[in-house]
């Protein structure tokens, strides 16, 4: 900057032959990729775009400075400006993650910067000292802050350093909102979300503060899509409605006192993720953080931040397809338990667990003993194995454990074959014959041996023992583990 407005080619060869060093292979090709170099009196830019055919090249093969600072073309760019108090340096990205090859261009260590991505609201903010629009992408929380303290006025105008700026449009998940549209909606949303999680906290206190709850119900308040009710001994009552222009607002726990949905709105979210043709629902929990991108699970977005390993998202995809696949009633409700004890297992959102649970205890329970009370063998599924009755689970259930159940499940573990439920009293033919009189204390033993014996695997077991004809067919479970609380 100290030469212009005289160019030091040298100098600027260098310095985009440094940044291209910094890029991936794929990206330094040349046919797709421009790296160009702008210069200032006090600014200095670096960019890298893409090669649009879509727009035009000037006559003598250069692409354009407004091509390559175009909004839909640039990638990622470095400003370097300079001020009175000193030199700002600034970088970009359209993605909004730092790449580790962009991170070495500026001397940092890959492992020194924080990966998870800064937000997906995008504000495109116009200077009156810059000739092209500006990108920013927001945490919601963040926007929400320069809202209050008056950096982000009502109308639209920000306060950037000395230069004050008009954002014209704010983007929120590919859509675009003129300003004035999305503050209505952003102040009318975070106005009433703030409002529920007030209200949450007042009704599901600290862990500290929980000893203050005696009573002999086991969920002191209830809840559909419209309204959260108080629990007497013989009533509920309207404690308030429940609204909001985006979302379907929850308050579901099974953390004390405790807040039960009814068994119809349970039904929709339950139907949601295991239906294929169940409606859209969009949750927001009150006791859970906000986030902008939603957790989608079948058909239910859930949007707050949902802590999950990214291992079970991606072995959920493929159990839902396979109940989506499902060749009989039984094995499709099997299946559905197995895949809310893995979440139950594995969210660290303890509110958000506990909709899995409810699911567990108030819904699949229930419709798996009824469907093993009635005809209908069960049919081959992937993820299923069936096994006749073994003996030994009676007289020798510690022998059993140890010399049948583990090596069947280290089997799946370590093998190519996948198997995350082994059914016990299901015959070649899949006929339905259970095993009787097995005790529960014998099923306690079983699973207390067997996770033992897995202590170092990154599963654990879980038995389901389901009635059927005076006897019962045991359902053994084989739960990833990657994570949760």
Not at 211 to 222: A, D, G, M, P, S
Not at 290 to 314: D, H, M, Q, R
């Amino acid at each position: 900057m100290d030469s212009y407005p005289e160019r030091r080619d040298d100098e600027i060869e260098y310095l985009i032959d440094t940044f291209r060093a910094s890029l991936n292979t794929k990206s330094k090709e040349a046919d797709k990729f421009l790296v160009g170099v702008l210069q200032m009196e006090d600014v200095l830019v670096i960019v890298h775009s893409r090669k649009d055919p879509s727009l035009a090249e000037v006559e003598n093969g250069l692409y354009s400075v407004r091509v390559i600072l175009h909004p839909k073309n640039i990638i990622r760019a470095d400003i370097i400006k300079r001020t009175k108090k000193g030199v700002l340096f600034g970088a970009f990205e359209y993605s909004k993650r730092l790449s580790k090859g962009h991170a070495k261009f500026w001397g940092i260590e890959p492992e020194d910067v924080g990966w998870e991505s800064p937000g997906t609201i995008k504000l495109n903010i116009e200077l009156d000292t810059f000739s092209f629009p500006i990108l920013l992408p927001i945490e919601q929380d963040d926007l929400k802050e320069l809202i209050d303290r008056g950096v982000i006025s009502p109308t639209g105008k920000i306060q950037i350093g000395k230069d004050e700026g008009k954002i014209t449009k704010v983007f929120i998940r590919n859509k675009a909102y003129d300003y004035k549209e999305f503050y209505d909606i952003f102040v009318i949303w975070t106005e009433k979300l703030n409002f529920y999680q007030r209200e949450f906290m007042k009704i599901v206190p600290s862990q500290s503060n929980l000893e203050i709850y005696v009573t002999n119900l086991k969920y002191q308040y209830r809840e559909d899509e419209t309204y959260l009710y108080t629990v007497r001994e013989s009533r509920e009552e309207i404690l308030f409605k429940k609204e909001h222009p985006n979302y379907t607002i929850c308050f579901f726990t099974t953390t004390k006192p405790g807040i039960q949905p009814k068994r119809s709105f349970l039904m929709k979210l339950y139907n949601s993720i295991f239906n294929g043709n169940g409606d859209l629902i969009k949750i927001w929990h009150a006791g859970e953080e906000t986030a902008v991108e939603p957790f989608k699970l079948g058909n239910l977005e859930i949007y707050n931040k949902v802590e999950i390993p990214e291992e079970i998202i991606e072995f959920s995809k493929d159990v839902l397809t396979q109940i989506q696949d499902a060749q009989s009633r039984k094995g499709k409700l099997l299946m559905e338990y197995m895949l809310c004890k893995v979440y139950s297992e594995n969210i660290k959102n303890r509110h958000i667990r506990s909709m899995f649970e409810f699911m567990i205890d108030e819904i699949l329970r229930k419709e798996i003993e009824y469907e093993f009370h009635h005809s209908g063998n069960l049919q081959k599924e992937d993820i299923l194995e069936f096994k006749s009755a073994d003996t030994l689970i009676l007289r020798k259930p510690a022998k059993f454990a140890k010399e049948r159940l583990v090596p069947t499940i280290k089997k799946y573990i370590e093998g190519p074959t996948k198997r995350y439920c082994i059914v016990y009293g299901i015959e070649d033919d899949f006929r339905i014959v259970p095993i009787q009189h097995l005790k529960n204390d014998m099923i306690t033993e079983i699973e207390k041996i067997v996770n033992k014996q897995l202590s170092n695997e990154n599963v654990k077991i879980h038995i389901l023992p389901i009635s059927h004809n005076g006897g019962v067919v045991l359902a053994v479970y084989i739960i990833p583990k990657y994570g949760g609380e």
